[in-house]
Structure formats: structure tokens, C-alpha cells
Nanobody
């Protein structure tokens, strides 16, 4: 069973930056896409960004121009560079890897890392 190990969360001031990392502990075959989600207390889980197998990217409108998703296949790692952070970005951030098994898409999920934006 592959696992995703996340790091890079923490406390930053508004306007600051963080770089989140998510490394797979084992090889995952038949990957469709890698993505980031977040969830604030009392709120539903929210999609943030994804990078597909072909390298194309997609972002939630509220983070466009501020967040960048990327991957390093050699190190089995996906990143989320977050710039110009705002208090409303405060949440627990989760990475996920979508893959295919038995012809159906499934997801691996990380444990999450907390991002707090406050002065």
C-alpha cells in the first residue's frame, strides 16, 4: 500500500508564502492526476489544484495566479507553491493521487498538513 507523506505547512503572515510537498512512499502505477484539496473547520472539503498525467494544470478560481502545482516524477513528489497567502487560505491541506485499478479510478490521500495565515 503506497502512502503519501506531506510536509511544508505552518504559520505565515498574510502575503507570505509556503511550499507544500507530498511524497509517495511507494510506486503508484497508472496515475491519472495529482491534486490538492483543503478543508477548514466547519467547512466542506474544497478542491484547490490538480496536475494531470499529461502535465496540464487546473486551479480553483480563488487561487489562480497565487498557487502553482508541480511534480517531480523522479522523486515521486507533488508540490504546491502558495504565494500571497490570505487569511481565508487557512485550512488543512491534503494531497491526493488519482490512479486506475481494475478499470476504475481511485485515490490515495495524504494525512494533511495545517496552513495558518494570520498576523
Amino acid at each position: 500500500q503506497a502512502q503519501l507523506v506531506e510536509s511544508g505547512g505552518g504559520l505565515v503572515q498574510p502575503g507570505g508564502s509556503l511550499r507544500l510537498s507530498c511524497a509517495a512512499s511507494g510506486s503508484i502505477s497508472n496515475i491519472l492526476a495529482r491534486a490538492w484539496y483543503r478543508q477548514a473547520p466547519g467547512k466542506a472539503r474544497e478542491y484547490i489544484a490538480r496536475i494531470s498525467r499529461d502535465g496540464s494544470t487546473n486551479y480553483k478560481d480563488s487561487v489562480k495566479g497565487r498557487f502553482t502545482i508541480s511534480r517531480d516524477d523522479a522523486n515521486n513528489t507533488v508540490y504546491l507553491q502558495m504565494n500571497n497567502l490570505k487569511p481565508e487560505d487557512t485550512a488543512r491541506y491534503y494531497c491526493t493521487v488519482a490512479y486506475i485499478i481494475s478499470g476504475s479510478p481511485r485515490d490515495y490521500w495524504g494525512q494533511g498538513t495545517q496552513v495558518t495565515v494570520s498576523s
